[in-house]
């Protein structure tokens, strides 16, 4: 082939210009990301050559060089990995292939200063390159391709690149930086170093460079008067050494790991800026042997609410690079917990299919499962305190208390909803899942009260833990239901998430206290009423009897059952559903996302004691006062009156 011209994919020549025009302090992540990808490239290799050894060539050992030549300018990075075909090169660098890369694109501000601070928490992959080169040549040739299948790959990092063919006897790939000429300080031995040393030990691959060694200048001829030498200099030595420690970070012990690279080490698996949550390291021994590291993030990703998004978890065995995403891994209300695993036992060249079905796999999978909930469990138990921290009151904690308030409602904010699809999923741990779910309630407005703090100030007599579902936390906070609850002081917990009514089919109570909605079945506190409550519920049940039948009879569309309530204080009626049936608000959402959902008929529950209620009786207008009557309880609860302008007209006509 030859000389071709191709112009870049807008996407990429807007972030090209983004990062040749944004001068900014955190230059040198360009090699972290240059070797990063050799890195991808030295695992793609070994993976596709475990069935088919062919393709290590006569070069075995993988690894990456590093090189500079002071003279050309220029600053190489080699690579023995899998290599690229001519059109992949066109693909893969004329394109944003990574979808991290395009989430990034999607927080750029457009002003300069901040956006070019992001580049630098980020990277962007190979395009990292342009930061320092004014030019950039890469050398390829596809493992498994002749020599004559090589590939050159040049761009000045604006609107286009050019490729052609050549001829390249080594497999792999060289990426060759024309430094520009503020940039020339990373030809240097010492400072390539450093940066390996700061962003890539952990690469399991090694990295080497070309030895130098000092030479003193030649002797001065004894006639000069100066006398002595000339200035000596580094030169190299045609031997190459390893500079990293080229070892894989979970594979190091966990004290010469810092907390540091910890985070880099994330930072790198997750494609995420931020530094992660929390995270565990662990080499489990057994009959499945195995290491895992796992990462809880600080933020949830866009995504999380996609089912099918896969788990973060990449495997390896014997630190060969598998796969990334093995969701057999983990369950699926973990699929935000990103790390490694790296087992011992499992064969080479497993597959997805395979991992399914594996013992291993399911042993790991319990393993990884049980100890992303103890960190959990952990960072729950010191975050105990929250309120103690807002009154200032902060010296009674302890240290480890103090490094940790706060983090698990932060965990809770982003992923708590997510770790509720585990209570129908994952039954084994459905006991510890529910000691880890936080709710608001009647008496706390923020998302902190566990089933067993409520439990705690539950009432003398108070045999239920109560809760109510509702679209927003004002909605629930100011349901009509609450009103008898808030009377007599008793908590119910607000439950405002989408899951929640779905997650709590699958819990019927919490520690021998049975969970009951407060807008499902007969009102009914048990010894929380007095008898004399109780006797005049049953009277005015009486004294009502008439009425009831006349609203029944004139909602008999509407409503399964017209009955009085003594749940009410301030509000006329309230709907409620029978103890089995699927609740209004749950029907709506069904509803809403398009499922068929049955028709819910609710039941409508009058407060006897309210002005409105009394003048139904004898009212000429009492067929509309019924449907008002309905059709504000509805709202009440976010729901829509079935035909609303029917509605507004009912009120009308009252109102003039
Ligand atoms: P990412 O590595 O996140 O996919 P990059 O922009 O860094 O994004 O690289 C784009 C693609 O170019 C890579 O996915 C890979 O297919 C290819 N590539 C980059 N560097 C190399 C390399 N050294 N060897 C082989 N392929 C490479």
């Not at 052609?164 to 990373?186: F, K, M, N, Q």
């Not at 000092?214 to 390893?242: C, F, H, S, Y």
């Not at 909930?373 to 729950?380: F, G, I, P, Q």
């Not at 504000?632 to 109102?655: H, I, M, S, T």
């Amino acid at each position: 082939m030859s000389k071709q011209t191709h112009a870049f994919q807008a996407e990429v020549a807007q972030l090209l210009h983004l990062v040749t025009h944004s001068l900014y302090s955190n230059q040198e992540i360009f090699l972290r990301e240059l070797i990063s990808n050799a890195s991808d490239a030295c695992d793609k290799l070994r993976f596709e050559a475990l069935n088919n050894t062919a393709l290590y060539e006569d070069a075995p050992e993988l690894q990456v060089r590093l090189s500079f030549d002071k003279a050309a300018k220029t600053l190489t990075i080699t690579d023995n990995g899998i290599g690229m075909t001519a059109q992949e090169a066109i693909d893969h660098l004329g394109t944003i292939a990574k979808s991290g890369t395009k989430d990034f694109m999607s927080k750029l501000s457009g002003d300069q200063k901040s956006d070019a601070q992001l580049i630098g928490q980020f990277g962007v992959g190979f395009y990292s390159g342009f930061i320092v080169a004014e030019k950039i040549t890469v050398e390829t040739r596809r493992a498994g391709a002749a020599a004559a299948e090589g590939v050159r790959w040049i761009s000045g990092g604006t609107g286009d690149f050019e490729v052609e063919t050549i001829t390249r006897a080594e497999r792999g790939t060289s990426v060759i930086l024309h430094l520009r000429e503020e940039a020339l300080d990373y030809a240097n031995t010492w400072k390539l170093k450093e940066i390996v040393g700061k962003y890539s030990d952990h690469i399991s691959l090694p990295i080497l460079m070309e030895k130098e060694e000092w030479q003193d200048g030649e002797l001065i001829e004894p006639n000069n008067e100066e006398g002595g030498r000339q200035p000596g200099a580094m030169v190299k030595t045609g031997e190459w050494e390893t500079i990293n420690k080229a070892s894989a970070l979970w594979s190091r012990s966990k004290k010469d790991i810092s907390d540091e690279q910890y985070a880099d080490f994330y930072k790198q698996i997750s494609r995420d800026f931020e530094a992660p949550l929390t995270w565990t390291h662990n080499r489990v021994e057994g009959s499945t042997e195995y290491t895992q590291l796992l990462y809880i993030p600080s933020k949830a990703p866009q995504d999380l609410w996609n089912r099918d998004k896969k788990a973060g978890i990449k495997l390896y065995v014997k630190r060969v690079f598998i796969m990334d995403e093995a969701e057999a891994l983990m369950p699926s209300y973990l699929r935000f917990v990103k790390g490694v695993v790296d087992s011992a036992d499992l064969p080479l060249n497993v597959s997805r299919e395979l991992l399914q079905e594996s013992r291993d796999v399911k042993a790991i999978r319990e393993g990884c499962t049980k100890r992303v909930l103890s960190m959990l469990e952990d960072l729950a138990k010191h975050d105990q305190a929250p309120e103690a921290a807002a009154d200032g009151v902060t010296d009674v904690l302890s240290e480890e208390d103090k490094a940790k308030l706060g983090q698990y409602s932060k965990f809770y904010a982003e992923f708590g909803a997510v770790l509720k699809e585990g209570l129908g999923e994952d039954f084994g741990n459905q006991a510890r899942l529910s000691k880890l779910l936080r709710f608001a309630s009647s008496t706390h407005d923020t998302v902190s009260v566990s089933f067993a703090d409520y439990k705690a100030r539950m009432k003398e007599g108070q045999d239920a833990i109560y809760y109510i579902t509702a679209d927003t936390l004002a909605a629930a906070k100011n349901s009509p239901q609450l009103e008898v609850f808030k009377k007599k002081g008793i908590e119910v917990l607000l439950m405002t998430d989408r899951v929640d009514e779905w997650a709590l089919n699958f819990v019927h109570e919490f520690d021998g206290t049975p969970l009951q909605s407060v807008a499902k079945g007969a009102f009914d506190l048990g010894k929380l009423q007095d008898e004399e409550e109780k006797k005049a519920a049953e009277d005015a049940a009486e004294t009502f009897k008439p009425v009831l039948a006349k609203l029944k009879e004139a909602l008999k569309d509407k409503a399964e059952d017209v009955r009085v309530t003594s749940r009410l204080v301030d509000s006329p009626a309230c709907l409620v559903v029978t103890d089995d049936g699927m609740s209004m608000q749950l029907a709506r959402m069904l509803k809403q996302a398009g499922q068929s959902a049955p028709e819910v008929k609710p039941v409508l529950e009058v407060n006897p004691e309210h002005a409105l209620v009394k003048k139904l009786d004898g009212s000429v207008h009492f067929h509309d006062l019924a449907h008002i009557l309905f059709d504000q309880a509805l709202l009440a609860e976010g729901g829509l009156p079935a035909d609303p302008a029917a509605y507004v007209k009912r009120v009308n006509a009252l109102l003039s």
